[in-house]
């Protein structure tokens, strides 16, 4: 059975940074898609970025691009979501999720079957 970890959250003043990391164990499919959401309290779960297997294709919420960058390390079966210019309104549980998500849906909460246990990010003003 595949595990996802997440790691890396914390505390942050605001304009500050954060990386977040995605780690994969057990057995995992070919061209497996790797993604961020994030749920705030009150809210919705919400897509952040997502990668392609290769690493190719990057997506990103409109109301995160230009601040965090998506990556991956297939070598280390590891994702990472770098946040920087973090602002009160990013405070969320953040989790990870892999699946062999076609590109075309991988903003879709519902497109993937593993999801780790989410890491607490917290931005004060």
């Known amino acids: 059975q595949v595990q996802l970890v997440e790691s890396g959250g914390g505390l942050v003043q605001a304009g500050g940074s954060l990386r977040l990391s995605c780690a994969a164990s057990?057995?995992?499919?070919?061209?497996?898609?790797m993604a961020w959401f994030r749920q705030a309290p009150g809210k919705e779960r919400e897509f952040v970025a997502a990668?392609?297997?290769?690493?190719?294709?990057?997506y990103y919420a409109d109301s995160v691009k230009g601040r965090f960058t998506i990556s991956r390390d297939n070598a280390k079966n590891t994702g990472y979501l770098q946040m920087n210019s973090l602002k009160p309104e990013d405070k969320a549980v953040y989790y990870c999720?892999?699946?062999?998500?076609?590109?075309?849906?991988?903003?879709?909460?519902?497109?993937?079957?593993?999801w780790g246990q989410g890491t607490q990010v917290t931005v004060s003003s």
């Open positions: 057990g057995r995992t499919g070919k061209r497996s898609a």
């Open positions: 990668i392609s297997w290769s690493g190719g294709s990057t």
């Open positions: 999720a892999a699946g062999l998500v076609p590109n075309i849906v991988v903003r879709n909460t519902t497109a993937y079957d593993y």
